[in-house]
């Protein structure tokens, strides 16, 4: 299990040089909001060796939209590129999948396609992480993800259990795609996200001391660094 740390600057960046997947974002635009290309850049080369994740939006179903932004993250220097789905409809996420798929894979076929689906999808009406991820497979995706779509304090775990979670990750391995857990944990789930043991666990507010906007937190980046190792 990698733990992935998601700045929203230069500096903080600095601050998670030790994680396994610097994750590169801009909180105020929304769950997966995306940062400026010049900002993947200039992390990408403070990382050295560190693989560099950005997230391109939470997107409806626009799949040339969501293509060219997959593409531009790709070019400014993103190893995993990540895109959340805020709809409902599987013939548009098809769609959207296909196109972001395609848009970094064709040109980059060493980077990584993430699609997440959120826990929340319920209250959000958008689709379900078990009916997304078979789809994204289907499209040549790399890893299905949760996380949260309404950043409100509410963790994953509120919404699904780790009965749900662990079938979600099997259910990815069985399709031959990565797993990846967030929204809005704890170091408290830590030991749970251990049993469940996806390949990544993505976490914000958890090193921000519990709140996404505020400054990340040197000592709770080494302290969750320290408990998922």
């Known amino acids: 299990m990698k733990l992935l740390v998601s700045p929203s600057s230069i500096d903080e960046a600095k601050l998670c040089l030790n994680a396994d997947i610097i994750d590169v974002k801009r909180p105020i635009e929304g769950s997966l909001g995306a940062n400026f290309p010049w ?21 409806g179903p626009t799949p040339g939209n969501a293509a060219l932004a997959a593409y531009g993250a790709a070019c400014a220097g993103a190893d995993f590129i990540k895109i959340g789905l ?33 826990s929340d999808y319920a209250r959000l009406g958008t689709i379900a992480p078990h009916v997304m991820s078979p789809i994204a497979a289907e499209c040549g995706a790399d ?30 391995r069985s399709f031959g ?9 704890m170091f408290k789930d ?11 666990i993505g976490v914000r507010s958890m090193v921000c001391g519990g709140d996404r906007a505020t400054m990340i937190k040197a000592e709770l980046v080494a302290k969750a660094i320290q408990m998922v190792k």
Do not use: C, W
């Not at 900002?39 to 997107?59: F, V």
């Not at 795609?177 to 944990?185: K, M, P, V």
């Open 39 to 59: 900002i993947i850049h200039e992390i990408k080369k403070i990382a050295g060796n560190t693989p560099i994740s950005a997230a391109i939006g939470d997107y």
């Open 86 to 118: 805020m709809f409902s409809d599987k013939d548009a996420t098809h769609d959207v999948i296909e196109g972001v798929v395609r848009a970094v894979k064709e040109p980059f076929p060493e980077k990584i396609v993430v699609i997440a689906a959120y």
């Open 143 to 172: 890893f299905a993800m949760i996380d949260t779509g309404k950043k409100d304090g509410k963790s994953t775990f509120e919404f699904m259990d780790e009965k749900e979670l662990q079938a979600f990750t099997d259910q990815n």
């Open 177 to 185: 795609l990565g797993t990846a857990l967030a929204g809005s944990l």
């Open 190 to 200: 830590i030991p749970v996200l251990k049993r469940i043991n996806p390949e990544i």
